[in-house]
């Protein structure tokens, strides 16, 4: 497996480890990547098990909350300090929460693959510190007051003792900047969802109105004094290498403070940043010849003939006789590009480095993974290198801030003054790390009775690099410009599974997932296989917004739509007919009966093959196997003419376990509906026989403000006896198959490639 | 030197005059509102009002501004006062990551401005040039109706 495909595949374990040293999150397979790392031993920061490297009561009685979990735009930080009011029973003004900084924050690791609500909101870290806190506040306070703790009262940051109105003392006087000197304590008791008076409310977000008024400082505004601007000059073409640079080609031009030539990185440093931006385009620079790139109309066939490493999620072993012995067998190939996070401000970071000192601000997901990287990069002690996050646009994954956050603190060290750097939009988009391309072949049958008895699913994606992680920086381009190497990709013969593990959704929801003589997965079928070939990628790639499991939820629901179809079955009928997992089944459901489904099978009766055709698709997907449930049903039109598709409106149900904050939860819904949209309908990377071609706006096709916005009805389903699950990632991972079944129901025919372009679907129209 | 009236008040530059409007805000002026995107205009990140026209300040050389009158973000209201149009998309909480929001309120009270009995499809295209990665749309478009009328035409 590439090193890509192999975090895909581990992002959960890996991500959990913050939260598994306190917690022993179950962890199947082998031992994380992180166990030696996300320790505060060697982070350097707050120790995770201590309560006070968590919470903090000042002399005034406001709390502060400390979290390894960072507001990225998600609305995680309003939830996280709801979770420390509500414990802790203190209006939600009263809480201050800071979050990722190296030297203030526990390590918890990266902020990303919808772990901040299952790692945060349970029964470890934040969500324990605070019940930790509550009951050391609730024992001090029975002693000052001589009361039973049981008689005591919690309200408003004042500790009351029923029997004696007259007897109570406030968290200030008890703890009021003392330190607690207590570890958390795992038998700590959360407040029961019944009394939640904060949590679970619809809590607006403190950052909106400064937000909406420019108040707000993101990363982008972070001005230091002396702070210079700097610019990269990044190779024009895959594979080039650094020749030679005439620094007398910008010689005198005016602000210009540095050219800066490290191995194959190249940047410059000016007093301004629109002088620094005419240096670096006036800067000669020689590169050798690109190393060429595959034809992109040839790119899906190419993967199935490199070298790969295999991965066998489950295999009962039996499938090719099964599917020979089957009434009827389907097979059908889904291809799923290259796209973008492309968040709308291009990736900034400040760096300041001093000597052996090192102080970034960066709006990276990883804050101590850059600094033992960027220790690296920059060849200082990782305890001299202080990070801290500072937001910056929605980032959706990695995008470009880990490479920024090198290129400005190799720009600060050799100015030897604090550097801001924001890359090009076509810095951005030609280098960032994509979210991965997949070529996924889907194989059934279905017995006499329309029934499935098989599965297969054979897939192959291409990678290359990845989040930087403890060590290697080299994952990212500046890394690899400044000598350090991606994780080197090995093929490999696939083993035999060893445990269930479906966080990267490789495993349909349908069939029974029998790995080990035990039933791990979400269906019915016994007869599976999925095995997953990762190649090499000549494209950066690493997680974006649902990695993996966006596309292959799309092979898989849209394959369970063409089984539907086969078997003359109504396609919510004949998933509820294949699952046995009562939360997928319960937002199947949900979102069914929202949208008033009709039950029959699809295509729609009487749909004319000219001008405007309406249909509806449905597709679910429990998201990691059991992290976070989402159904949506899509009604769209097509026009069979000129092969546009509008989406008319979308009903998405939702499930992550009890609610934080309905508005936060329905905000995550509705905009990962949106994104999952531009994405299934536009974004694709594109490439000519040496560059990257989709380097802008033009090129490359998100969806504007001003297109035809469907209307979104979210069905929030509160599961308060559960453990909270991830949000964020569940609505953007069904789009794609809902409207590719959508449109299937409007006009009969199947489309099995994203984007779905109306040049694409007037081409499937008229080939059918 | 270049004399820029903004927000009010004016600030005499010592600048190229071929350097973007944006920089001149961001940076020598270290306004918040208006942000780098994509530096091409296409994307709406850096707009300001410019003489009652949302400009792409990233493409509008500080030459061709001086003089005029200068709106960013910051010059509506604030936190503590916002204008009725930022207090509608606090209300509709209408926004993720937040790093559009200058583009598509700035964008729409111009807009607005000009044509303030605009239909849903007219104000549709003329945010038709804007973009919000994070897709917070529906609750943008519920921000700017629920301003739309509450503004006396």
């Known amino acids: 497996m590439t090193a890509e495909a192999q975090g895909a595949l581990d992002r959960r374990g890996f991500l959990k480890c913050a939260g598994a040293l306190i917690v022993g999150f179950r962890f199947a397979g082998e031992q994380p990547a992180c166990a030696q790392f996300g320790q505060a031993a060697l982070s350097g920061s707050p120790p995770?098990?201590?309560?006070?490297?968590?919470?903090?009561?000042?002399?005034?009685?406001?709390?502060?909350?400390?979290?390894?979990?960072?507001?990225?735009?998600?609305?995680?930080?309003?939830?996280?300090?709801?979770?420390?009011?509500?414990?802790?029973?203190?209006?939600?003004?009263?809480?201050?929460?800071?979050?990722?900084?190296?030297?203030?924050?526990?390590?918890?690791?990266?902020?990303?693959?919808?772990?901040?609500?299952?790692?945060?909101?349970?029964?470890?870290?934040?969500?324990?510190?605070?019940?930790?806190?509550?009951?050391?506040?609730?024992?001090?306070?029975?002693?000052?007051?001589?009361?039973?703790?049981?008689?005591?009262?919690?309200?408003?940051?004042?500790?009351?003792?029923?029997?004696?109105?007259?007897?109570?003392?406030?968290?200030?006087?008890?703890?009021?900047?003392?330190?607690?000197?207590?570890?958390?304590?795992?038998?700590?008791?959360?407040?029961?969802?019944?009394?939640?008076?904060?949590?679970?409310?619809?809590?607006?977000?403190?950052?909106m109105a400064a937000m909406a008024t420019g108040q707000f400082e993101y990363v982008h505004n972070v001005r230091l004094p002396g702070m210079l601007h700097g610019r990269v000059v990044r190779p024009p073409v895959v594979g080039a290498t650094l020749l030679s640079v005439d620094e007398e080609s910008v010689k005198g031009l005016p602000g210009l403070v540095k050219v800066v030539v490290k191995k194959n990185f190249v940047g410059v440093v000016a007093q301004k940043p629109w002088q620094a931006i005419q240096a670096a385009e006036k800067l000669k620079v020689n590169w050798s010849a690109g190393a060429g790139l595959p034809k992109q109309s040839e790119f899906y066939d190419s993967l199935a003939k490199q070298p790969s490493r295999d991965t066998l999620m489950v295999d009962s072993k039996d499938t090719a006789q099964t599917l020979a012995a089957a009434a009827v067998t389907l097979k059908s190939t889904y291809l799923h590009p290259y796209q973008m996070h492309g968040s709308v401000g291009s990736s900034c970071a400040v760096a300041d480095v001093q000597g052996d000192k090192a102080t970034l601000y960066s709006p990276t997901q990883g804050v101590w993974y850059q600094k033992s990287t960027g220790a690296m990069i920059l060849g200082l002690k990782p305890e001299n290198v202080h990070v801290i996050f500072q937001r910056g646009s929605g980032c959706y994954g990695l995008n470009g801030a880990d490479t920024v956050s090198y290129d400005a603190m190799i720009l600060s060290q050799a100015a030897g003054k604090p550097v801001r750097v924001q890359l090009s939009r076509k810095d951005e988009m030609a280098w960032e790390n994509y979210g991965n391309a997949w070529r996924i072949e889907e194989r059934a049958g279905l017995d006499a009775q329309g029934n499935i008895v098989a599965w297969e699913h054979e897939a192959w994606t291409p990678g290359l690099g990845n989040r930087p992680g403890p060590a290697t920086p080299g994952n990212v381009i500046t890394g690899m410009l400044l000598g350090f190497a991606p994780a080197a990709f090995s093929p490999g013969a696939a083993q035999p599974p060893r445990a269930y593990n479906n966080n990267s959704n490789g495993i349909p929801s349908y069939v029974a997932g029998n790995v080990g003589g035990s039933n791990g997965g979400t269906g019915t079928v016994k007869s599976e296989k999925v095995l997953v070939h990762s190649v090499a990628s000549r494209f950066w790639t690493g997680p974006l917004r649902s990695p993996a499991r966006l596309q292959n939820t799309f092979a898989h629901e849209s394959f369970m739509d063409e089984l539907a179809a086969r078997a003359h079955a109504d396609p919510v009928e004949f998933r509820l007919r294949?699952?046995?997992?009562?939360?997928?089944?319960?937002?199947?459901?949900?979102?069914?009966?929202?949208?008033?489904?009709?039950?029959?099978?699809?295509?729609?009766?009487?749909?004319?093959?000219?001008?405007?055709?309406?249909?509806?698709?449905?597709a679910c997907v429990a998201y990691e196997g059991d992290n976070g449930y989402t159904g949506i049903v899509a009604d769209v039109e097509v026009d069979q003419d000129s092969g546009k598709v509008a989406v008319q409106r979308m009903w998405v149900a939702i499930d992550a376990g009890p609610i934080s904050n309905p508005d936060g939860l329905r905000n995550q819904a509705e905009g990962g509906a949106l994104q999952g949209m531009s994405r299934a309908m536009g974004e694709e990377v594109t490439w000519d026989d040496q560059k990257v071609t989709s380097v802008d706006w033009r090129t490359y096709h998100s969806l504007p403000l001003g297109f035809d916005v469907p209307k979104i009805e979210c069905?929030?389903?509160?599961?308060?006896?559960?453990?909270?699950?991830?949000?964020?990632?569940?609505?953007?991972?069904?789009?794609?198959?809902?409207?590719?079944?959508a449109v299937f129901d409007a006009t009969g025919v199947r489309l099995r490639q994203i984007p779905l372009t109306a040049e694409r679907v007037k081409a499937a129209l008229t080939a059918a | 030197m270049v004399t820029l009236k903004v927000n009010g008040r004016a600030h005499t530059l010592d600048l190229d005059p071929a350097t973007p409007l944006l920089y001149a805000l961001s940076d020598d002026l270290e306004l918040r509102g208006p942000k780098f995107g994509?530096?091409?205009?296409?994307?709406?990140?850096?707009?300001?009002?410019?003489?009652?026209?949302?400009?792409?300040?990233?493409?509008?050389?500080?030459?061709?501004?001086?003089?005029?009158?200068?709106?960013?973000?910051?010059?509506?209201?604030?936190?503590?006062?916002?204008?009725?149009?930022?207090?509608?998309?606090?209300?509709?909480?209408?926004?993720?990551?937040?790093?559009?929001?200058?583009?598509?309120?700035?964008?729409?009270?111009?807009?607005?401005?000009?044509n303030p009995r605009a239909t849903e499809a007219e104000i549709q295209r003329a945010l038709s040039g804007v973009l919000c990665r994070c897709f917070t749309h529906a609750r943008m478009y519920a921000a700017i109706q629920r301003y739309q009328k509450a503004v006396p035409k």
């Open chain 1, 48 to 207: 995770g098990d201590q309560l006070d490297s968590w919470i903090a009561v000042g002399a005034d009685g406001r709390v502060t909350a400390f979290s390894g979990k960072e507001e990225l735009g998600q609305g995680i930080s309003t939830a996280q300090q709801q979770l420390v009011a509500e414990e802790l029973s203190v209006p939600f003004e009263r809480v201050t929460l800071i979050y990722c900084d190296t030297a203030r924050t526990p390590d918890q690791a990266y902020t990303s693959g919808s772990q901040s609500h299952p790692v945060n909101f349970n029964h470890a870290n934040l969500a324990l510190a605070a019940a930790t806190a509550r009951e050391a506040l609730l024992k001090m306070a029975s002693q000052r007051l001589g009361a039973p703790v049981e008689q005591l009262t919690l309200a408003a940051g004042v500790i009351g003792w029923k029997g004696d109105a007259s007897k109570r003392v406030s968290y200030g006087e008890l703890a009021g900047g003392k330190k607690w000197n207590l570890a958390l304590d795992k038998n700590a008791q959360r407040k029961p969802s019944s009394e939640w008076t904060v949590l679970g409310k619809p809590v607006g977000r403190p950052d």
């Open chain 1, 578 to 618: 294949h699952l046995r997992n009562e939360r997928l089944i319960a937002v199947l459901k949900g979102a069914a009966k929202a949208a008033n489904w009709e039950t029959r099978p699809s295509p729609k009766p009487g749909n004319r093959k000219t001008g405007i055709a309406a249909g509806r698709g449905v």
């Open chain 1, 715 to 741: 069905v929030l389903i509160d599961r308060p006896e559960e453990e909270a699950t991830g949000a964020g990632e569940t609505a953007i991972t069904v789009i794609a198959a809902a409207l590719g079944n």
């Open chain 2, 38 to 114: 994509c530096g091409l205009g296409q994307c709406g990140a850096c707009t300001a009002i410019v003489d009652g026209v949302a400009a792409r300040t990233c493409v509008t050389p500080v030459s061709s501004a001086a003089g005029k009158e200068i709106i960013t973000l910051e010059g509506l209201g604030t936190a503590e006062r916002p204008h009725p149009i930022q207090k509608a998309f606090i209300d509709e909480q209408a926004a993720q990551c937040g790093f559009c929001l200058n583009g598509v309120i700035l964008s729409a009270k111009a807009f607005l401005d000009k």
